[in-house]
């Protein structure tokens, strides 16, 4: 065979490859995204630990006001 016939089978072969890898994108994004939620489900939101923080602030400075 010649070059041309190589070149040929590989851009065939490489279009078929993506054909295989079709909805790679949006398992990714969707393992992602349970990821997050599963993070945020053990952890708490960020917003919520904040709050809680400044409501410990508030309280630790009620305390040493009424000493």
């Known amino acids: 065979m010649n070059?041309?016939?190589y070149l040929l089978l590989?851009?065939?072969a490489l279009g078929s490859a993506s054909v295989y890898a079709e909805g790679g994108a949006e398992r990714s994004q969707q393992f992602w995204q349970?990821?997050?939620q599963d993070q945020e489900r053990l952890h708490g939101d960020k917003q919520q630990a904040v709050a809680e923080r400044e409501r410990k602030a508030?309280?630790?400075a009620r305390e040493v006001a009424k000493d």
């Open 3 to 5: 070059l041309s016939k």
């Open 34 to 36: 349970a990821f997050r």
């Open 10 to 12: 590989a851009t065939l």
């Open 58 to 60: 508030q309280e630790k």
